[in-house]
């Protein structure tokens, strides 16, 4: 293994992949998929291409079926087409020696009927998440959703399990369940949004139930060290009112105990954006990754505004595995390698976060260093023999 001393570089082994570093690039919806089909473009493989110097890059939440939408310009994963368009961004990431993994997603009753010809979006309750779906009008209010039946949740799960299915023949190395606060699976978790009677309401056991549901159909097309969950089990704002409740911190515990024998690639856990004081998961402001940490014996994938500073000290006292970036990598493409080199970051345009086809998209050029490196390298080189 190449000797560092910033762990954020050092190789690491997730299962039967080896990531050339540990700075992974987090999920980032770009809304680029700006044709009827929702199939991801050559423009998608070149963004993607251009971030391969991750150790590994999750894809942006792909709609897994046509249920699941409830975003504009947001990929699919469940039609030939889509299938065929991921291939040229998996593609485009291994030729340039990367590892991409498909982010599943479904956000449930957060959608809009504009999304579905006018019907509701469905839910585990008829209860309005009470927040906002970005439309082809803009974004709208959410309204009260229908309430799926047993029989269609099964049939979601399976729908997890074919989109899974059409990640692996797209060529991705492996699959992030998309459980960030707002989507589908956190809506179940949720005492607000989850006030169902039967086997997926009531005690933490049931409304957990899903997750596991869902992992198991997916453990049928991929090993399990090619899969992983995402959480926020924190999120205060944006996501309606799937916020943190009184049985957040056990239903996590629980979440967590039982994840322990699934022996995934990892687990991503996003942290608290705000401060946690007075809310019902105010024992997390000061331990937060250690928490999960403690709770989870697999590897641990840490989120949410880190720098090379707090990346590298999160990995170096043992709290976490892995740490994902988003924001960062909008606007640097080489960001492994802006650390690697300690250059400055540049700061990405908000306003082309969600659309502005190439532009704030694959037109922020790597730092300029192609002599600068090559420099760096060979006194690298020089100090290493001097060692
Ligand atoms: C423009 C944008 C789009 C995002 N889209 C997704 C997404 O599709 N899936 C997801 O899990 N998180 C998404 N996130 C959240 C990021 O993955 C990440 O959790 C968040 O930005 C915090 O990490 P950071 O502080 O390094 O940016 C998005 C964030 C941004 C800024």
């Known amino acids: 293994m190449k000797k560092t001393t910033q762990p954020l570089l050092e190789e690491y082994q997730l299962g039967d992949l080896t ?20 199939v991801p473009t050559a423009l998608m493989a070149q963004y993607y291409a251009q971030r391969a110097s991750a150790g590994l890059i999750l894809s942006e939440g792909t709609w897994l079926s046509p249920r699941a939408i409830g975003f504009i310009n947001v990929p699919g994963i469940f039609t030939r087409e889509q299938i065929e368009g991921w291939k040229l961004v998996t593609k485009a990431v291994h030729d340039k020696g990367g590892l991409i993994f498909s982010q599943l997603g479904h956000i449930g009753s957060a959608s809009h009927p504009d999304f579905f010809d006018g019907e509701l979006p469905a839910g585990p309750s008829a209860i309005n998440p009470q927040t906002h779906s970005y439309t082809p009008e803009g974004f709208k209010a959410t309204l009260t959703p229908r309430e799926l039946t047993v029989a269609e949740i099964k049939e979601t799960i399976q729908d997890y399990r074919q989109a899974a299915k059409n990640a692996r023949e797209a060529g991705f190395d492996g699959v992030e369940i998309h459980a960030q606060a707002g989507m589908f699976i956190p809506q ?10 039967d086997e997926y309401g009531g005690s933490i056991e049931n409304r957990a139930r899903i997750v596991f549901e869902i992992l198991d159909a997916i453990i049928e097309v991929w090993h399990s060290t090619r899969i992983a969950i995402k959480f926020t ?14 049985e ?13 024998d699934y022996h995934l690639a990892y687990l991503h856990i996003t942290g608290p954006a705000e401060d946690l004081t007075g809310t019902p998961v105010e024992a997390l402001q000061n ?24 990346g590298n000290a999160i990995l170096q006292e043992g709290t976490a595995d892995l740490v994902s970036f988003g924001t960062p990598f909008i606007a640097n493409p080489d960001l492994a390698e802006r650390f690697k080199y300690h250059l400055p ?11 502005g086809g190439e532009n704030g998209y694959t037109d922020y050029p790597a730092a300029v260093y192609d002599e600068t490196i090559a420099q760096l390298d060979k006194a690298d080189a020089e100090q290493r023999l001097d060692c």
């Open 248 to 260: 957040t911190i056990p239903m996590f515990q629980y979440i967590l105990k039982k994840l322990n």
């Open 287 to 310: 331990n937060y990754f250690s928490h999960f940490r403690h709770h989870y014996n697999g590897r641990l994938m840490a989120n949410l505004g880190f720098t090379q500073e707090s």
């Open 188 to 197: 179940f978790l949720s005492l607000a949004t989850n006030q169902r009677k």
């Open 345 to 355: 970051l540049s700061e990405s345009n908000r306003d082309t976060y969600y659309s």
């Open 233 to 246: 089990p924190v999120a205060l704002s944006h996501v309606g009112i799937v916020i943190p409740d009184v």
């Open 19 to 38: 990531l050339k570093n540990r700075v992974v690039m987090a999920s980032l919806t770009r809304g680029r998929a700006t044709n009827a089909g929702i």
